[in-house]
């Protein structure tokens, strides 16, 4: 499926880089979202967007900001990450976020990060 | 808070067999339910998602229920083949966004 396409696919980064994670979505999807896939974790929610305005964070650290610039782009601006930050992240899209009824979130292949 | 639990962690079965996966959730106030796909290195495939009204979906050798009351679900594979080898996620969705909660995921393994 290529609804929800993220760039790069892997990225290798040192503590002091900045860099940024791209998702973007061709299904007319009106709601975004950040996962985080750690080893042997469930997937974390970080980030919600709906109609390009952040409704949700999940206590996530400050070294992670994301960027909705509009309903198809989301961005994940990354920056002094540490080791434990290593993981799959992966971006997902519905037709809007919230409430009941059949809200099926589609996702992306994920970007693997790795902190050196 | 909502906590999704499955087992069995990982299951190995030969092909052919009919099997069931599940998916047990804490807070029965879930708006629906949904069951993923991942194959290694790759990102989540939607394969059923059971609203809160409805108790199954089908998809062809899939058949997923939801039963609110008791707090499960179950994947339920017949005719299992070496293709059907992955992880298979649940997810229940709840709160103000109707945030998707994930559990651990059971990986099975199909063998030839």
């Known amino acids: 499926e290529t609804g929800v396409t993220q760039t790069p696919r892997h990225l290798v980064m040192g503590m002091t880089n900045k860099k940024s994670l791209k998702c973007e979505q061709h299904?007319?999807?009106?709601?975004m979202y950040w996962y985080k896939q750690s080893a042997k974790k469930p997937l974390e929610l970080m980030f919600v967007?709906?109609?390009?305005?952040?409704?949700e964070n999940n206590s996530v650290p400050s070294r992670f900001s994301p960027e909705c610039p509009n309903s198809s782009h989301l961005f994940l601006h990354l920056h002094t990450l540490q080791p434990e930050d290593s993981a799959l992240y992966l971006c997902?899209?519905?037709?809007?976020?919230?409430?009941?009824?059949?809200?099926?979130?589609?996702f992306g292949d994920g970007t693997r990060l790795s902190i050196l | 808070k909502q906590e999704v639990t499955q087992i069995p962690a990982a299951l190995s079965v030969p092909e052919g067999e009919n099997l069931v996966l599940n998916c047990s959730f804490t807070?029965?106030?879930?708006?629906?339910l949904q069951w993923f796909r991942q194959d290694p290195g790759k990102g989540l495939t939607s394969l059923l998602l059971?609203?809160?009204?409805?108790r199954e979906q089908t998809s062809g050798r899939l058949n997923a229920s939801l039963d609110k009351s008791s707090g499960r679900s179950t994947l339920y594979i017949a005719a299992s083949q070496p293709g059907d080898s992955a992880t298979y996620l649940c997810?229940?969705?709840?709160?103000?966004?109707?945030?998707?909660?994930f559990g651990k995921g059971t990986k099975l393994s199909v063998k030839p």
């Open positions: 997902a899209s519905s037709q809007r976020a919230g409430g009941q009824g059949h809200q099926p979130q589609h």
């Open positions: 299904l007319g999807h009106n709601a």
């Open positions: 967007y709906s109609l390009e305005e952040r409704v």
């Open positions: 807070d029965s106030a879930i708006y629906n």
């Open positions: 059971i609203q809160s009204s409805q």
């Open positions: 997810a229940g969705g709840g709160g103000s966004q109707g945030n998707l909660i």
